[in-house]
Each structure stands twice: as structure tokens, then as C-alpha cells.
């Protein structure tokens, strides 16, 4: 049976699509680098990187080669999240999908990114799947792992990328594997690119327990309407409402800081209540929200094949 796998499950390896000269970084590359750097370095000390760079030597200077696989590969941008592949689990193999990947509904250039996938498909292993007939990024939605996908109707069932397709909710069952779609209506940040990417809004984590940015009522009205295949209510927890993007991996959760001290640590204790187990780690990310992202927005986990339940 496909399944989309939660992303708490454990992972093979974390993509990096990295920084170069020719990217919207070109201004602030430097600050963007050392970001990076630092993401990178947390990586590795839990499981494999993968970085995808038309400059690998020029990475390799700056975090070395241990545990990381490097993809030399012309890019555009860096947001792995939205152009990487969407990896689902089925009869005990990975399978590796390509959606289209067209900038947010075409708002920049993308071409150098939506070839990624197939540029690097025969270093990974998995069992590719061509779906570039369908615009689906990775930012669009969250998995609980056992048959539950959470979005958003204003990204997921916007005109700029549905191609004229009359059910989406169909496909996002049929090509993930997935028994039931939760749309939100609610809920977005300023300056959002993405057309209201689940990511920056609501995460589904362990336990069925909903992790959202708080401040907007709508969204919170809309959260406490949801219910489990099972029928209960989601438990709710609140964070400041950049700190949502953050990443989960083996063994720690990186979760992206900012100016604001106090709203980092009320961050990190939310993330704390919800994953005990595993060490949070804060990353000073205020360098990604001049592009309007953030650090979920430029990482894609690949799960471990022995996830099939």
C-alpha cells in the first residue's frame, strides 16, 4: 500500500539545494552562506546531506565531505522543499515522485529547477515516478503518516497551478496514497510567495497534535474544527507564527530563530512539549525571510526505506 510517509519517521538523508552567485542571494550571499553552513553542520551530525550546487568545490571548502553526497546541478533558486521530489513508501521501495515544479503559479523563473529531479534521479535510490503533468510542492503538505494529509485551498486548489484538473483532492489521494485530504481555508503570512503553504501555518506532528502559528483566529477557529480518522479533536499547540517552519529529522528538530529572543525560546518550549525525545536546536534564520522563506522551505527528507508499516 503507498503511503506518505510522516516526517518524523526516520530518514535516509536531508536535501540542500545550495546558495550560489546566480540566485536571488546574489545581494546577500555571504549571510545566506553562513545559514547554510550552519544547517548543514546540524545535518550531518544526525544523518546524511545531500547538496545539490553547480559548485560543489566551492561547498565542499566550506563543510567538507563527510556524510554528505554532493549533486552537480544547474539551479535557480534554493528551496528544495517545492522542487525536490515527494518520496512515498509502497511494497517495501521508495518511490521517488516528480511533481512540476513552476515557481509558486509562475512567479519567477524555474526551469533550472523543475530539471533537478531529473538530473539527479540515478544517484538516489528509489523508483522514479514522472508526474510533472501536476504542479504539487513539498510546502503544500503535511503528512501524519497514516492516510492524512493536511492543506490549503488557496495554494492546492489555486488556478495558477491545478492546470484545469476538476479534483484535486482526488489526485492528492491517488498519487500519495492517501485516504483523506484536510483543507484549510484560513490562515497566511505577509509577503507569501507560496500562495499559503501549509508549512507556514500548521504542522502535523506525533500524537495527533497540530502545531500552528498563533495570532490569526480564523486559522485557529478552523483547527479546532478538524477531527482524526478517528473522530477526536486535534490537541492544538501554539508557536510564533514564523517558527512553524521548522524541521524535523533524526534524533532533533531544527526550528528557525529570529530577532525577537523571547519569542525563539516560547518556540522552542512549544516544540519541546511535543517531541521530548528528540534535542531542539535553533537556527538563526533571519537571513531566508528576505526571500520570504525559511528553513523548512529549504530542506527535503527522504525517508528510510524500512519505513512501510
Not at 550571499?29 to 550552519?38: A, G, K, Q
Not at 497566511?188 to 502535523?204: Q, S
Not at 483547527?223 to 532533533?252: C, D, S, W
Not at 530563530?257 to 521530548?276: C, G, H, K, Q
Request: proline share 5%; glycine share 8%.
Amino acid at each position: 500500500m503507498r503511503r506518505l510517509p510522516a516526517e518524523w519517521e526516520p530518514q535516509e538523508a536531508i536535501l540542500l539545494t545550495w546558495p550560489h552567485a546566480a540566485t536571488d542571494w546574489h545581494d546577500s550571499l555571504e549571510e545566506v552562506t553562513e545559514c547554510y553552513v550552519s544547517l548543514a553542520r546540524e545535518i550531518v551530525r544526525r544523518e546524511t546531506l545531500w547538496i545539490v550546487t553547480p559548485e560543489p568545490e566551492r561547498v565542499k571548502a566550506l563543510v567538507g565531505e563527510e556524510n554528505i553526497r554532493y549533486f552537480e546541478c544547474p539551479t535557480n533558486d534554493t528551496w528544495s522543499r517545492d522542487h525536490a521530489f515527494i518520496s512515498v513508501v509502497e511494497d517495501g521501495e521508495r518511490r521517488l515522485l516528480d511533481f512540476r515544479f513552476n515557481a509558486w503559479g509562475g512567479k519567477f523563473e524555474a526551469s533550472l529547477d523543475n530539471a533537478i529531479n531529473r538530473r539527479i534521479r540515478d544517484g538516489i535510490r528509489g523508483v522514479y515516478e514522472d508526474h510533472l503533468d501536476l504542479e504539487l510542492e513539498g510546502g503544500s503538505i503535511e503528512s501524519d503518516g497514516r492516510g492524512t494529509i493536511l492543506t490549503t485551498v488557496r495554494c492546492n486548489l489555486n488556478p495558477n497551478r491545478r492546470s484545469g484538473r476538476e479534483d484535486m483532492d482526488r489526485e492528492l489521494k491517488r498519487r500519495l496514497g492517501a485516504e483523506r485530504v484536510l483543507w484549510l481555508r484560513s490562515g497566511g503570512l505577509e509577503h507569501d510567495d507560496t500562495d499559503g503553504h501549509i508549512d507556514t501555518l500548521a504542522r502535523l506532528a506525533p500524537d495527533d497534535t497540530i502545531l500552528y502559528g498563533e495570532g490569526d483566529e480564523a486559522l485557529l477557529c478552523e483547527l479546532q474544527t478538524l477531527r482524526t480518522a478517528e473522530g477526536k479533536p486535534y490537541r492544538l499547540v501554539g508557536m510564533p507564527p514564523y517558527h512553524v517552519n521548522f524541521l524535523i529529522m533524526n534524533g532533533a528538530v531544527l526550528v528557525p530563530f529570529y530577532e525577537n529572543t523571547e519569542d525563539n525560546e516560547r518556540a522552542r518550549r512549544a516544540l519541546e512539549s511535543v517531541f521530548p525525545e528528540r534535542e531542539i536546536v535553533g537556527i538563526d534564520c533571519r537571513i531566508l525571510l528576505t526571500q520570504n522563506g525559511s528553513l523548512h522551505c529549504s530542506t527535503m527528507q527522504f525517508p528510510a526505506i524500512d519505513t512501510e508499516k
